[in-house]
Every structure is written in structure tokens, then in C-alpha cells.
């Protein structure tokens, strides 16, 4: 490129405003590799294109902004291109080239703010497009303008700080922006407070933005939020403007004293009550409401030594609420005069002024009402011994009526007495029992009786007032202790065995009942000789022999005492069995019969009894004899070949009939010995005929053949059953109705048990085994195996 193209350039340069030529040294990042400084010999010609800078915003559009020539052909030869962004990149059409002549026209607006360089690549072609020159950059500058406001970060700022506050205080900080270049002075912001109110209390630091204190004198009280108004300015304070806010909030501080609104308040209040609210306090604190530096604190300082009231706070309101919570008497004290002092929760500020009216007299009248009466002892707890007598005074339980300048009379009754064992004066109180309290009453709880008694006055409207009585029924001694047991064995020889352990029963309550005291009885004086007792512990002793006695039955006498006041004693007997032991001192099975049969029995009435079954014997020994001459030896019953086998297996005990009222039952011998029934028919050998069967049925029966074994006692059995049926002159022994009926009207309900069950799988016979070498036929044949 020639000299003429780079004059050609300047010049247009020139003429459009625009800065083209060497970049300064001040701006080396504008400098291109290309340019090669002058030296001897020739150079080589190649493009030289300084940035170009053109500023935003430009409206005259297309507007040129510089040509570029090459030397390498006629004109006309050369064809001109460029690339890159704002021309075939995004954004697009910004720029564009005159091929023929080489001009770059500008043809959008430019915005520094988002896009502050462009960077190009410029060709230069022969018309065959070959390529002339290498390929170089074209820079582009976007040259800052004013165009951007500055902008708060928040529309409005919030803060707050301590009323009170010394100057200096910090207390926020208002930030801003501005998209323009920050190197030029259209970034450089400046903050200014356009507007506080009348007080010049808030300042803003120009620089920074931070917002603090000048003054002193921040009051909550006068004023609690200061609104102030903030600007920020580009060009260093000159440019462009913007606007926000400060609203900043003065924090409470406990500066104001809370103060009563009077110094004096009047009250009255009913006398025998608790717990009531007598009237209202009004304070008054400037500090912010709700807060521990408004909340009011009361103290009652004088007029109530006996503590019959308290204040407290209302929360909502901050008054002070006075209320009895000890009952107030008339009759003792009608007017109370309190000094009540007021102070806030949190403590006061030590600059802050004292209150005129932190404190107040309060007075109070006692009105004057029908009170009930008291018992002086409530409850009123007495004794009584068991068993007491109708009549017995109990206690005086009376009341007192509180009103002493009214004349009043009290009357008493019961409200509760669920034996109706006392009686109550009605005039004085005076409680006695009415009849004896049975000690097993269920309203005796742990030898406690609780009645309710009731005094009323007679006023209009009357009042009550309830007493209880607790009644202790006291123990008595009126039971001596028993024995257990009256009887035992000892052996015979006093070194066997450990003695007859004896025990003793008391049915009074401790402490009438043990420790018991065990001896021998003082009357007779030998039983000491053979006889020693001693104690095991407090009930117990054991009976032993000092040397050997005799065996047999010894009784004996003894005399126990209680440990009651006074003390109960009884002299009891003791039936002492003496039988000779084995080396385990248990008495033999020998001995141990003798005890069995004569426990119990002296030896004048065992010789009657002796004497009375001998005298029996002789008696029955002749009719006995008789009986068995008359009968011969052939009838010796059905079960004659069985008689030795079956006597200790199956025992006649009894016969039973249909009842009181069942005058038809039959002879059970008929079952029993049918081979004497012979000798009973008629004459002529026929067999009396049941009624309930026909004549043609009568048939002669075969004799029958005795079971020779065990094995054929059933089918024995069962035949003779059968026979029975089919045989019309006895009786169906086989029905079991004989023994179920037991007659019409009779009071007793029936025992019989043979239609209980049709079977004897339900049975148990197991405890046949139990019973002894008797029943061992009976538990073969029925017993499990």
C-alpha cells in the first residue's frame, strides 16, 4: 500500500471524526504485529490499519468510517472483503465494505454497553480471486457515551439503630451501579441525602454511600423512623441522577420511667372471699408498648403485713390489677392502706429522668357479710374402746360463727353416718352413741369411723359449715387365745422325736394377740414331773417328755396368755397320744391305731362301750341260730360258688325303695335268693302272675346253672335279667324307673344318677387303686389297666 492510500485514509479519517493512525503508548492493547518499523534497504509494502474508534450511539447511518486501497493492481482490479462479528457473525449487518472502492460503512447504532470492540479480518482478491495482499485485522472501538443512569441496588433501604445513638454511629450503607465504562467519568457516582426531615441527624459518605449519625438526641419517643431520601450521581455529581430511600427505625430504649395516673385510688371489697380482683391501677410509660421497657412491675411496700393481696400486670393494658388471695375479715380489720410502687421490667437507663408518680396510696374498704361458721378442730379426731355402750359420749364438736356483731345462734345435725350410730345435740354439738358398733361394719376403714356433722347459723340467707369426725375404735382385750391343735402324739421315749409343736390363735387385733405365753397348768402340779414346754417363738412352743411314760392317751392342761392389757388367759385341754416310734421318731403303724381309737375317749367310757357290744352279741348269737337252722344248706344264694371269692369285693349296703310316698316297691331278697321263693308259691306250684302281663304268656322257668368263674358273672348276670323280663310273676327288675320315681309331693330332690349316663366310658374308676387290697377285684375288672 502507498503512500497516497495511507494519506487517502488519514484524510477520510479526519473529515469522519474518527482517530485513525499509530496507537499511543498509553494504549498498548490497540497495537498490531503488522507494522514493521523502517530500515535501509527496501521494505516490504503491506496493510497498516490503525484501530479505528467511533463513539455509540452514532445516528446518521450508513456512515463511512474508513478506506482502504492496494497497490498491486489498477484500480478497478481489486476486489474488497470483510469478516467476522457485525458483518457474516452476530451481530450482524453492522458493518460492510465496498468491494470495488474499499469504504467501510457503519450502518447500525452501536451500544459500548454490549459490545465495546469488533474485531474484523480484511481481503484483498484480483478479479480472478486470487488472493493480492495477506489478510489483517481491523479493530473497531466503541467509544463510550453518558448513556446509562446510575442505579440503587434497592429501591429502598432498611435500618435501625439505638434511640440515643452517639454521632458516628453507623448505620447502613446504599449501594449503586452504572453500566457505563467505569474508566471514564460516566461511571464515577457520587451519593448525596436529598431529603431527612428538619433535623440534620443522618449523614452519607459521597464515596462509599455509608449512612451514619451526626447528632445527638435520637428520641424514640419524638420520633421513631426517619424516612430519608437518597440520590447518586454519574460524572462525579454532575451526570446523570437516580433516587431511593432510607427508612431507618429507632430502637427502643428503656429511657422512660413508668408512673401512676393518680396518687391515690379508692377500692372496696367483700370480706371471706380469695382469689377476686379489687380494682385497677393505670400507669403511664412513653417507651414502646409491649417491650420489657413499657411492661410494668408493681410491689405493694406498706399496709399489708399479713400478705392478704398481690398486683399484677395486665399485659395488654400495663395496669396493675390488685386481688385478695387471703380471705379478709370485717370483725378483725374493715380499711387497708397500701403504697404500691411501679418500676418497668427491664432497668431504666441511668441518664433517664426519675418518674413524678412512681408511687401510689391505695385504700381499700372491707365490706361487711354473713360469714358461716368454723369448727375450731376440723376434723376432730377421737377414740373410742369396741363395743362401746349406747350413751357414750364421744365428743363435743361445736363451731364458732365468725360474725361477732351479729347476734346469731348455730344449730348442728348429721350429714353423714351410715350406721346411724351417734346422735347429735342440736343445740350444742354434743355427740354420743345411739348403739353398739358391730366391729365387722364395712364402714370401718383400719379401725377408723368417719362421720359428717354440719353447723348452721340463722341468718337469711343461712350458711353451713361441714366438720368431719374421725372416730379410732380401739382394740379391747376380750378374747383369750385358743389352741391348735388339742391333740398330737409325742414317743415314748424322750429322745426320739422332736416333741408336739403347739400353736395359738387370737381374734383380737395386735397388740392384744401375740406374744402368747405357754404353761402347764398350775392346778396340777404333777405335770411338770413328766412334762417340759418350751417357747419356740412368740406363738408357738413345743411340748416334750422329761422321761419315759407310759404308752397310751395322756390329758393334759394347759394354760395360755395373751399379751393384751389387761391380759386374756385360758386354761385349755391337750389329749397327748404316747406310742412307741420307730428310729425317725414317727410313731409306728401299730401305735398310730391305738392313738386313732382312743383320742379322744376316757376308760370308763370305753369299758361301757365294750360292755355294750358284748351285751349285743349275746343277744343276737340265739336269733342267729334259729335263722340258720331253718334254712337249708342247698339255699345259700345265686352266688354260692362265688361267696369266696367276691365278699371282700362287693358289699350289701343298702336298698332302695321309690320314695316316702312309694308304697309298692318290691322285695330285693328276690334277686337275692330266688331259690327261696319256692317255698312261697301256691299249692298247686304255679308262680304269681304281674299284673301287666297276660295270662297266655306264663311259662315255667328252667333252672339255672351258677357261674363257675370270675369270666361268667356277666352273662350270669345278663340271663338272669332276660329271665326276669320274659318271667310275668316277679317284678321288671331290669327298669330303672323303680328307682327314679320317688313318689308325688316329697321335698327332698331326687339322688339318682342311673339315667345319668348310657354308658361307663365316662367313668373313672382309677381311684379304685387307691382303696385298699378290699376293691382290687373291683379295679382289675373296671380300673385302667
Same mark, same amino acid.
Given at each position: 500500500m502507498d503512500v497516497a492510500l495511507l494519506l487517502a485514509v488519514g484524510l477520510l479519517a479526519q473529515s469522519l471524526g474518527l482517530s485513525l493512525g499509530v496507537p499511543r503508548q498509553t494504549r498498548p492493547s490497540t497495537l498490531y504485529p503488522w507494522r514493521r518499523a523502517p530500515a535501509l534497504g527496501r521494505v516490504r509494502r503491506a496493510w497498516v490499519i490503525p484501530p479505528i474508534s467511533v463513539s455509540e450511539n452514532h445516528k446518521r447511518l450508513p456512515y463511512p468510517l474508513v478506506q482502504i486501497k492496494s497497490d498491486k493492481q489498477p484500480l478497478g482490479s481489486v476486489i474488497y472483503s470483510i469478516q467476522g462479528p457485525g458483518v457474516d457473525e452476530e451481530p450482524q449487518g453492522v458493518f460492510s465494505i465496498d468491494k470495488f472502492t474499499g469504504k467501510v460503512f457503519l450502518n447500525a447504532m452501536l451500544d459500548r454497553e454490549k459490545t465495546d470492540r469488533f474485531r474484523l479480518r480484511a481481503f484483498a482478491l484480483d478479479r480472478g480471486g486470487a488472493t493480492l495482499e495477506e489478510p489483517t485485522d481491523l479493530e473497531i472501538v466503541v467509544v463510550d457515551q453518558n448513556d446509562n443512569r446510575p442505579v440503587f441496588r434497592q429501591e429502598a433501604f432498611m435500618a435501625r439503630v439505638l434511640e440515643g445513638a452517639v454521632p458516628g454511629t453507623y448505620v447502613t450503607r446504599a449501594e449503586a451501579t452504572d453500566a457505563d465504562d467505569p474508566e471514564t467519568d460516566n461511571a464515577a457516582l457520587r451519593y448525596s441525602i436529598l431529603e431527612q426531615g428538619a433535623a440534620q441527624v443522618f449523614s452519607i459518605d459521597e464515596y462509599t454511600g455509608d449512612i451514619r449519625t451526626v447528632q445527638v438526641g435520637l428520641d424514640r419517643e419524638v420520633v421513631a423512623v426517619y424516612n430519608l431520601t437518597l440520590q447518586v450521581a454519574d460524572m462525579s455529581g454532575d451526570g446523570l441522577t437516580a433516587t431511593a430511600s432510607a427508612i431507618i427505625t429507632l430502637e427502643d430504649i428503656n429511657d422512660n420511667a413508668p408512673g401512676f395516673t393518680g396518687d391515690e385510688f379508692f377500692m372496696e371489697v367483700t370480706e371471706a372471699v380469695s382469689g377476686v380482683d379489687v380494682g385497677r391501677l393505670e400507669v403511664e410509660d412513653r417507651d414502646l408498648p409491649g417491650s420489657p421497657n413499657w411492661a410494668a412491675r408493681f410491689t405493694i411496700l406498706e399496709g399489708d403485713p399479713s400478705g392478704h393481696f398481690t398486683v399484677r400486670t395486665d399485659p395488654k393494658t400495663n395496669e396493675g390489677v390488685l386481688s385478695v388471695v387471703k380471705p379478709l375479715d370485717y370483725e378483725l380489720r374493715d380499711q387497708y392502706d397500701l403504697t404500691v410502687a411501679v418500676q418497668n421490667e427491664a432497668p431504666l437507663q441511668a441518664a433517664a429522668p426519675r418518674a413524678q408518680r412512681g408511687q401510689a396510696r391505695i385504700h381499700v374498704q372491707v365490706r361487711d357479710v354473713n360469714e358461716a361458721p368454723v369448727f375450731q378442730e376440723n376434723p376432730l379426731r377421737t377414740s373410742l374402746p369396741e363395743g362401746a355402750l349406747p350413751g357414750t359420749p364421744v365428743a363435743t364438736f361445736s363451731a364458732q360463727d365468725p360474725d361477732t356483731q351479729q347476734l346469731q345462734r348455730l344449730s348442728y345435725s348429721k350429714d353423714y353416718d351410715p350406721e346411724d350410730w351417734l346422735e347429735v345435740d342440736g343445740a350444742t354439738g354434743w355427740v354420743q352413741t345411739q348403739r353398739v358398733l358391730s366391729p365387722a361394719s364395712p364402714f370401718l376403714k383400719d379401725g377408723w369411723y368417719r362421720a359428717i356433722i354440719l353447723a348452721r347459723d340463722d341468718a337469711s340467707p343461712p350458711c353451713t359449715a361441714t366438720g368431719t369426725l374421725s372416730i379410732e375404735i380401739l382394740e379391747v382385750n376380750d378374747h383369750a387365745p385358743e389352741l391348735s391343735p388339742p391333740s398330737g402324739s409325742v414317743c415314748s421315749k424322750p429322745e426320739q422325736g422332736s416333741g408336739l409343736l403347739l400353736g395359738a390363735t387370737d381374734e383380737d387385733l395386735p397388740p392384744h394377740g401375740a406374744p402368747f405365753h405357754f404353761q402347764l397348768s398350775p392346778r396340777v402340779p404333777e405335770l411338770t414331773r413328766n412334762w417340759s414346754l418350751i417357747q419356740v417363738n412368740v406363738s408357738h412352743a413345743r411340748l416334750r417328755l422329761r422321761h419315759q411314760v407310759p404308752e397310751g392317751l395322756h390329758r393334759l392342761s394347759l394354760l395360755l396368755r395373751d399379751s393384751? /392389757?389387761? #391380759? /386374756? *388367759?385360758?386354761? *385349755?385341754?391337750?389329749? @397327748?397320744?404316747?406310742? $412307741?416310734? %420307730? *428310729?425317725?421318731? @414317727?410313731? =409306728? +403303724?401299730?401305735?398310730?391305731? $391305738?392313738?386313732?381309737?382312743?383320742?379322744? @375317749?376316757? =376308760?370308763?367310757?370305753?369299758?361301757?362301750?365294750?360292755?355294750? @357290744?358284748?351285751?349285743?352279741?349275746?343277744? %343276737?348269737? #340265739?336269733? %342267729? =341260730?334259729?335263722?340258720?337252722?331253718? $334254712? +337249708?344248706? %342247698?339255699?345259700?344264694?345265686?352266688?354260692?360258688?362265688? *361267696?369266696?371269692?367276691?365278699?371282700d369285693n362287693i358289699l350289701n349296703y343298702d336298698e332302695q325303695g321309690g320314695g316316702e310316698e312309694d308304697q309298692d316297691a318290691y322285695d330285693i331278697n328276690q334277686l337275692r335268693h330266688p331259690a327261696e321263693l319256692a317255698a312261697l308259691r301256691d299249692p298247686l306250684g304255679q308262680p304269681p302272675l304281674r299284673r301287666d302281663a297276660p295270662l297266655s304268656r306264663v311259662r315255667p322257668q328252667p333252672p339255672r346253672l351258677l357261674p363257675t368263674s370270675p369270666a361268667d358273672i356277666a352273662n350270669f348276670i345278663n340271663d338272669g335279667l332276660e329271665a326276669a323280663d320274659s318271667d310275668p310273676s316277679v317284678p321288671p327288675y331290669d327298669t330303672a324307673l323303680i328307682y327314679d320315681y320317688e313318689g308325688d309331693g316329697s321335698m327332698a330332690g331326687t339322688l339318682s344318677s342311673i339315667l345319668s349316663s348310657l354308658g361307663d366310658e365316662d367313668q373313672d374308676y382309677s381311684c379304685l387303686w387307691a382303696w385298699g387290697p378290699r376293691f382290687a377285684r373291683l379295679a382289675d375288672l373296671y380300673g385302667p389297666p
Open positions: 393384751g /392389757q389387761p #391380759p /386374756q *388367759q385360758r386354761e *385349755q385341754p391337750l389329749n @397327748v397320744t404316747v406310742c $412307741r416310734c %420307730a *428310729q425317725d421318731g @414317727v410313731c =409306728l +403303724p401299730g401305735a398310730a391305731a $391305738r392313738h386313732a381309737g382312743g383320742a379322744g @375317749v376316757s =376308760l370308763g367310757a370305753l369299758v361301757i362301750m365294750l360292755a355294750s @357290744v358284748v351285751l349285743l352279741l349275746l343277744l %343276737a348269737l #340265739p336269733v %342267729a =341260730l334259729v335263722t340258720r337252722s331253718r $334254712r +337249708p344248706s %342247698a339255699d345259700k344264694g345265686f352266688l354260692h360258688g362265688l *361267696q369266696e371269692d367276691l365278699r
